[in-house]
């Protein structure tokens, strides 16, 4: 069994929110752009201190996970890492990958 990756279940409940947020229509004509529309058209977390916060001690962690996943999808790190709100906000966008194909496996 997959263990969870760090704060995924509020992640998971920030694209459910979102998602509720739009118009049925709306969903239906995005439904391939819908991770795009939740975690590329607007920040997950805005403000250093938050980020700072929101990371914790899971700093080192997040940041290996992009590491690697940037590496693997683009062949470098293009993320700051020096910035937590850029850290928080890529870090949303790959957990929020899973969390739309979830929610969509589950849908159909």
């Known amino acids: 069994m997959e ?4 704060k ?6 920030h694209y459910i929110d979102w998602l509720e947020e739009q118009p049925e229509e709306w969903i239906k004509d995005n439904y391939e752009d819908l991770h795009h529309h939740c975690f ?4 997950y977390i805005i403000g250093t201190y938050q980020a700072k916060q929101w ?4 700093v080192f962690e997040v940041i290996g ?3 690697e996943y940037e590496q693997d999808n683009f062949g470098e790190v293009t993320t700051d890492l020096t ?3 850029k850290i928080v906000n890529m870090y949303a966008y790959i957990v929020g990958e899973q969390v739309v194909y979830e929610h969509k496996e589950k849908a159909a």
């Open 83 to 85: 910035d937590p709100e």
């Open 3 to 6: 263990s969870k990756m760090y």
């Open 40 to 43: 590329n058209m607007d920040y």
């Open 55 to 58: 990371l914790g001690n899971h």
């Open 8 to 13: 995924q279940d509020e992640i998971k409940q």
């Open 65 to 67: 996970i992009i590491q």
